[in-house]
């Protein structure tokens, strides 16, 4: 199956992706870099870098100055800054940024204590402490991050420096749950799935059976960390250790159907199941997994592809339950989300698992982050109202302006790190299959599979045309090519230069073979007529409402180009929705959408027995993931549709 | 003005506030009574007499057995059952029930201390702590309760005794912040509205001058709580000493121009405030009270009269910000918005105040109370769905059913007092006019200012004729009578004996005078057609939605009249909405509604390009205030409509 090499061999091309691309390289990564080094005026420390030079010099001295800073997880933020550089240097070689990214490693690697163990908020402020609070220490979560970025940077350097460092601390926690017995299971899950890609690039086959054990001890002791909590004197937050929802441990994982709790915990323990069935074969764990997949997607899932109701625990809620100005949406469950249906497109190849990874990513991960790379939301919204968002008590947390950084960081360097490394999930290289999933212009090396390379070339999703060019190394190139067709194309052609291609189309996957020259040309062109999307009518914030989606980019409404008022818009039932021709300079280059549609007179009458006056109106609306780009301004998704 | 000594002169006649009349007698106040002595199988134990006993008893020996249990206001549910037992004693003398209500304020008298202080909780479980933490201890709040129990004792059975003691506090709360100069005021508003009660019924100034203090304190220090939290070394809940929007003293009370908040706190204050306007004639504090009563009802108040819009806080939250589902729409909070516009509607005869007391009543604090007077609400949301309501993390307050009593059990003595006592908001004596405010069918004694008796003759809200019959003592009696005309009311015709009348009509009165024998009637026919309700388009959740209102009474949909499915239906536009003949044996008596709709096949899928099919259907509705008294069940006010 495809992995991580898989980066180092896809260029992306002019298109879409491309100004994301640079954007990462020459803004993102280097703005949080200096996040992590607290160079950014105006934004919230991070101390993460210094986290760690503490660690070192408490090592190599046996104490040091100054103090733990940040939240418990902090080293995070570090380890998936280093992963996205590293998907960053094995497209863009820069010798500074890897000089530097290998001094980070050095850094790291001084900060491991002897026996492999590796976590700076332990090492400096809780030295005596190690392993007594799964529930809220993050330890095994920080160990993941780490071990992730571990594996992305041997395979995107050939650098191994890191994934030794970590491969000690995988040792250590091998050591300590499974030859020592310690109890326990993460209160974070991460570790599962970071495991699991450590055993593949390693082949130790220990590793997976770590991971394995964590995912089949959750929730088979359910009162463990209420247990933990009585043996321990001492809490990170006071969480509640009893709250088994939150930490999905209520029972075990086989035998749970509902997505859960904290969402971004849920999502990463599900790429782990996910990844873990897939490599074992369990059938069983195949099956929950599907079971879970489909109870986010189907019951749980904004139209963004973002997860997670409420605030409050940063979670699931119940089904049906999708409040838009309340969500909380975090960036970082979207990312999760599309983690966890990469993972369920390796186990069955149905293109369901690559429209959700496609509606996340070009919705509510892409809204995550200011078109200039330079600020994030962590929460968000599908309806944004200054005044209410922001400030009242039931909405503190759903913010109308992207911050510059959070006091808890997980979000923007998620963000990072999965546009760096896009081609992993718009591609999957299989034996005998080349799938297309998601429509990311470049160029892909299959020298060492099918003799070749094979280009996309698309300005998708503002087109709807995409090419795939071949540059065999021989005359020709045999290419099993499996393109996703998505499932809100209605009409799609598939030809080879020129020409009509038959050919076999099964769960959302239009199966090509062929012998391909460099004169060949396969073209799908999507259709990317303006659908209106409706929600259950169990929805009740969205009775009576539709959402507007043209390819894979839902539209919504802002004040700024609808006279700063929108909640007196509807849109005409039925009514003409035209696309604008592609203005390069608005938004980094959008196509708006102008629909029929009416406006009421707006009233500041509280109550009033007449229904308020209205007239024909042009509605303009524009895709979601440049909302929040013009200052402060009203938003949303869900727009009430008249007849 | 009118004062308590009013309702010992009505008597509630048969109508629609007989049966609550009743209700409260012969369940409501029976029921709480065996609540307070913890005689309610399978209901939260209150503790309330037990706590008094207890002090009683430490009082005499020095010590007592046991420990307080309950709230720290725990005593002013006493307070509150003892007041609604003194209302309904004057309209039906009960030996029984008043014996019991005399040995209960011998024991309040008993667990008084010599000094006369009255507080259980500080007097059995923190002697030393007395006045220490007026942010969090409702000390003053509890005094406040008993002493509007002592008026309304005093003055609806003539037994002084509960006068006395409360004096006797309200004299040592006198000593404590005005001869002793302490700081602060109270967290808890409440003690104002109490102290201006005492005052106008023992004319004693220096209650007077005592609330007046508070009202001016509060706020001028707005930093008293944090002082006061670092001064003492103990706590009720940690709340914060700096949230000045929760205590509304931020600003001195003559700056505040919003209603912020915990809402019961808020309202109370501010029905304090009017009272002391409306004695003193403090122009600036009439302005104040009028600016926030707009704030409140044009901007922060859901259309069943309720407020508070986040259970955070219990509090109001920002203008047009009115959410249905998560509510918190305390039943205590909207009966202090009647209290306030009470208050109001002495300090300037406007109906608009009357017609907000309408709605609260007939709406909000209705549904508070299960039809049969043994359940009760807290949190009154606008829509409840099950599955979600009571259980999502987001809800947990907002139950879909009423339970038996609350650990926190401020509403359901609230809701007591305030329908025994509903002829002190029905009607005004004021010198020289009888405002008839609510139309509330009895018979109402005047012989003291009018020479003779009034009769209101009705079964409104569900019948539209109001009739005013006369008895006077001589031949005739002057009666200059002004009868609200409600703002719903469209076309209202004012009839003598059949003629029909001119009248002057102002600010929602129709003023007539006249010199009444016992053969003339005065009738009002009220227009009952069925009206629409729009909110302004401001609040998002009411977008496209209308809510139907007959007469004062807000309709809704319930599962149980609807399929079991109240999402997918909407109402047409202009469709024809009719009136159901009177059902004596639904609901305790109600007019249906049934309106043209629309029912869209549900569908489970979370999201469609398809729009629903939808058919006509009818749409059954009920009033607000009968909502849940059939099971768990859908509900929903605003409902969509359809062209």
Not at 116 to 136: A, I
Request: aromatic share 12%.
């Amino acid at each position: 199956m495809g992995d991580l090499k898989l980066v180092r061999k896809f260029e992306v091309g002019v298109g879409f992706f491309n100004r994301y691309e640079k954007l990462v390289k020459d803004v993102v990564l280097p703005y949080q870099e200096k996040a992590l080094n607290d160079q950014i005026e105006g934004a919230e420390k991070s101390h993460c870098i210094e986290n760690f030079r503490m660690a070192a010099k408490k090592i190599k001295t046996g104490a040091c100055d100054g103090e733990f800073y940040g939240m418990v997880f902090q080293d995070s933020d570090v380890a998936k800054w280093l992963e996205g550089a590293a998907y960053s240097l094995a497209q863009n070689p820069d010798a500074e940024l890897e000089k530097r990214c290998d001094d980070i490693i050095e850094l790291i690697g001084e900060a491991q204590q002897k026996d492999g163990y590796l976590n700076t908020y332990f090492t400096v402020k809780e030295p005596d402490k190690r392993w007594t609070n799964l529930q809220e220490a993050h330890e095994l979560y920080c160990a993941g991050h780490m071990i992730e970025a571990a594996v992305a940077y041997a395979e995107c350097t050939g650098k191994s420096r890191l994934l030794e460092i970590m491969c000690g601390m995988a040792d250590h926690i091998y050591k300590h749950f499974i030859e020592e017995g310690a109890e326990g299971y993460p209160g974070h899950p991460e570790i599962e799935l970071a495991l699991m890609r450590l055993f593949r690039c390693t082949k130790e086959e220990r590793y997976k059976e770590l991971a394995m054990h964590f995912i089949n001890m959750r929730g088979v002791d359910s009162e463990y960390f209420v247990k933990e909590k009585e043996k321990r004197n001492w809490t990170v937050w006071g969480a509640d250790p009893g709250d088994k929802e939150y930490a999905q441990n209520g029972a075990p994982v086989r035998e749970q159907d509902k997505a859960v709790g904290h969402a971004v915990r849920a999502v990463y323990l599900y790429t782990g199941m996910a990844d873990a069935a897939m490599e074992t074969g369990d059938t069983t764990l195949t099956e929950v997994c599907r079971t879970l997949w489909n109870n986010i997607t189907q019951r749980r899932m904004y139209v963004t592809g973002a997860i997670g109701s409420a605030y409050e625990g940063e979670a699931f809620t119940k089904d049906y339950h999708l409040p838009n100005d309340t969500a909380y949406a975090e960036t970082c469950a979207a990312i999760g989300l599309i983690f966890f249906s990469n993972k369920m497109l390796y186990l069955e190849r149905k293109g369901k698992y690559a429209d959700v990874m496609e509606r996340a990513l070009y919705n509510c991960v892409l809204a995550g982050m200011q078109l200039d790379g330079t600020k994030f939301f962590y929460v968000n919204p599908l309806e944004v109202l200054p005044g209410i968002s922001g400030e009242a008590q039931t909405h503190k947390h759903a913010l109308p302006v992207r911050p510059k950084w959070f006091a808890c960081a997980c979000c923007p360097p998620n963000v990072a790190r999965l546009l760096s490394s896009i081609a992993e999930y718009a591609w999957h290289v299989i034996p005998g299959a080349l799938f297309s999933n998601l429509f990311v212009g470049g160029t892909l090396d299959l020298s060492d599979s099918f003799g070749g390379k094979v280009t996309l070339e698309t300005a998708y999703p503002y087109d709807n045309k995409i090419r795939y060019h071949f540059a065999p190394e021989q005359e020709t190139m045999y290419v099993p090519l499996a393109i996703r067709i998505p499932a809100w194309s209605r009409n799609t052609k598939i030809t080879l230069n020129g020409r009509e291609v038959r050919c076999e189309i099964k769960d959302g996957y239009a199966y090509l073979h062929g012998n391909y020259s460099a004169k060949d040309v396969v073209t799908v062109e999507l259709d990317l007529s303006v659908r209106r999307v409706y929600t259950s009518n169990k929805v009740s914030a969205n009775t009576g409402r539709v959402a507007i989606q043209r390819g894979p980019l839902i539209y919504c409404i802002e004040g700024v180009d609808n006279e700063n008022d929108i909640l007196s818009v509807s849109l005409k039932k039925d009514g003409e929705i035209t696309v604008s021709e592609y203005l390069p300079d608005k938004l980094c280059g959008i196509q708006e959408l102008y629909a029929e549609g009416y406006r009421e007179t707006v009233s500041d009458e509280l109550y009033s027995f007449d229904a308020p006056a209205e007239e024909a109106c042009r509605v303009t609306l524009v895709p979601y993931y440049t909302w929040g780009n013009r200052g402060l301004n009203q938003m949303r998704v869900w727009i009430p549709e008249e007849a």
